[in-house]
T-cell receptor, first 109, second 115 residues
Framework: RKEVEQDPGPFNVPEGATVAFNCTYSNSASQSFFWYRQDCRKEPKLLMS???SGNEDGRFTAQLNRASQYISLLIRDSKLSDSATYLCVVTKTGNQFYFGTGTSLTVIP | GAVVSQHPSRVICKSGTSVKIECRSL??????MFWYRQFPKKSLMLMATSNEGSKATYEQGVEKDKFLINHASLTLSTLTVTSAHPEDSSFYIC???????????FGSGTQLSVL
């Protein structure tokens, strides 16, 4: 079983829509959780960290559910510029970082 | 935030040549760096983990003699693709974390095209 499972999509949504991605992880000992954004032929960039208490940054809300072992990302009022691939990243102790396959989002005018 | 510099950003070379890619942490000491490759519309694939002053740890299926990694200082890791062939054409990205840091910072990637 993969450490991190993520629906690759693609998600095609109209501008202004709300879209949510989930990512599940297999190891309950996982420690830290992040969402990264990757544009085509570019490096991933940290979007936000994910905490059990939930955290919000503008139109983006991330949530961690340790009991069910998943993390989520909610994007409200989608913009064309939100089109990208969203990667969830889960870490364990030391240098163990695990990436999801990424979820492709296209926001349509 | 932390900055990781990677260059060159693009390399086009003939089959059989060796290509060196550099990854530098500009404003922090990176005790650990990671090298990935990514094919179009595919996810990042971890190739190896390099720790400053010690040998790199390669993922299963990655040839250590083909992809030479050197991490001789706390701010620089290099990946050398030896005797490159067309099947080595890919997007290579490095990332770094500082000692005790939980976040990864990525270089801008190198697009390698082997003719």
């Amino acid at each position: 079983r993969k450490e991190v499972e993520q629906d690759p999509g693609p998600f095609n949504v109209p501008e202004g829509a709300t879209v949510a991605f989930n990512c599940t992880y297999s190891n309950s000992a996982s420690q830290s959780f992040f969402w990264y954004r990757q544009d085509c032929r570019k490096e991933p960039k940290l979007l936000m960290s994910v905490y059990s208490s939930g955290n919000e940054d503008g139109r983006f809300t991330a949530q961690l559910n340790r009991a069910s072992q998943y993390i989520s990302l909610l994007i409200r009022d989608s913009k064309l510029s939100d089109s990208a691939t969203y990667l969830c990243v889960v870490t364990k102790t030391g240098n163990q970082f695990y990436f999801g396959t990424g979820t492709s989002l296209t926001v349509i005018p | 935030g932390a900055v990781v510099s990677q260059h060159p950003s693009r390399v086009i070379c003939k089959s059989g040549t060796s290509v060196k890619i550099e990854c530098r942490s500009l404003d922090f000491q990176a005790t650990t760096m990671f090298w990935y490759r990514q094919f179009p519309k595919k996810s990042l694939m971890l190739m190896a983990t390099s720790n400053e002053g010690s040998k790199a740890t390669y993922e299963q299926g990655v040839e250590k003699d083909k992809f030479l990694i050197n991490h001789a200082s706390l701010t620089l890791s290099t990946l050398t693709v030896t005797s490159a062939h067309p099947e080595d054409s890919s997007f290579y990205i490095c990332s770094a974390r500082s000692h005790g840091g939980e976040k990864l910072f990525f270089g801008s990637g190198t697009q390698l095209s082997v003719l």
